[in-house]
């Protein structure tokens, strides 16, 4: 496979304010020279997030791309569920990335959907083949599983119950991904599972991010990043020489694409595609 026709994807999130939905129009536009695959939109919890998510997706869809709406159990009966996947179907959505999603704060029941393999399960009992279903995958464990076995029991379960592929949470060790799918692999899971990307260009929000997701920032990315204090331009370039390597370390060890985290961003993800000679 020539570098060009290397498989990407992209993930954006609902933007909040009209502001914001210009921004990311003209984001997607400058990302679209990539050719993803798809671009996904995520799903806020409880469904906070809805009419946002729909709507960039039905953007999505109106530019001439496939896009994935994120969609999770928190907070979903199956009547509304019924309702949202009918909605999503009628918009011409093609593929979902199936989600548990995590409780709001102050939020008490969790809807009559406990984990993402009842969704799945539900979604292929109701819509057949219709949608291409993504689920996560957490090559660093999930940060509530029990413990790294049940994890991985879990992610063989959401497969089991009809997923397509897996994205995983973003990481940057790329023995804890290659670990990941030689384990789902000895499970029987033969499906494909993309590394999720997620570029630097923050310190303090990727602190932020992973400490509330359980993704790890090895200790030497760490410090090298907190040394460079304020100096964004420094954490920048740092940056994208990591992700960079990381990326390369997957493709040559046979990751099947790479999903990106945009953060509704384009730079960075533009120029490490660039790097990898994918544009």
Request: net charge negative.
């Amino acid at each position: 496979m020539s570098p060009q026709q290397f498989p990407l994807s992209i993930e954006f999130f609902p933007p909040k304010t009209p502001e914001g939905v210009e921004k990311l129009r003209a984001v997607r536009q400058q990302l679209y020279a990539l050719k993803p695959e798809f671009c996904s939109v995520t799903y806020g919890a409880g469904g906070s997030t809805q009419e946002g998510t729909f709507a960039a997706v039905k953007e999505i869809l109106a530019e001439g791309r496939d896009a994935a709406s994120h969609i999770s159990c928190i907070g979903a009966t199956q009547a509304t569920m019924r309702e949202n996947l009918a909605a999503l179907k009628a918009m011409g959505v093609k593929r979902l990335v199936t989600l548990r999603g995590d409780l709001p704060s102050g939020y008490g029941a969790g809807g009559e959907f406990h984990y993402a393999s009842d969704l799945v399960a539900f979604i292929r009992a109701e819509m057949g083949d219709h949608f291409h279903i993504e689920v996560a995958a957490y090559p660093e464990v999930h940060p509530q599983a029990r413990s790294p076995e049940a994890d991985l029991q879990a992610f063989v379960a959401k497969v089991k119950a009809g997923a397509d592929s897996a994205i995983t949470q973003y990481f940057y060790n790329a023995d804890a991904y290659f670990r990941f799918v030689e384990d789902a692999d000895a499970l029987g899971v033969t499906v494909p599972i993309v590394p999720g990307i997620m570029p630097i260009t923050s310190s303090t929000q990727l602190m932020r991010f992973s400490d509330a997701c359980g993704a790890e920032i090895p200790r030497w990315v760490r410090l090298r990043l907190q040394a460079y204090g304020d100096d964004t331009a420094s954490i920048k370039a740092f940056g994208l020489d990591v992700v960079t390597a990381l990326c390369e370390q997957l493709r040559a060890g046979g990751a099947p694409a790479l999903h990106f985290y945009s953060m509704n961003q384009s730079a960075a993800t533009l120029e490490i595609t660039q790097r990898l000679g994918l544009i």
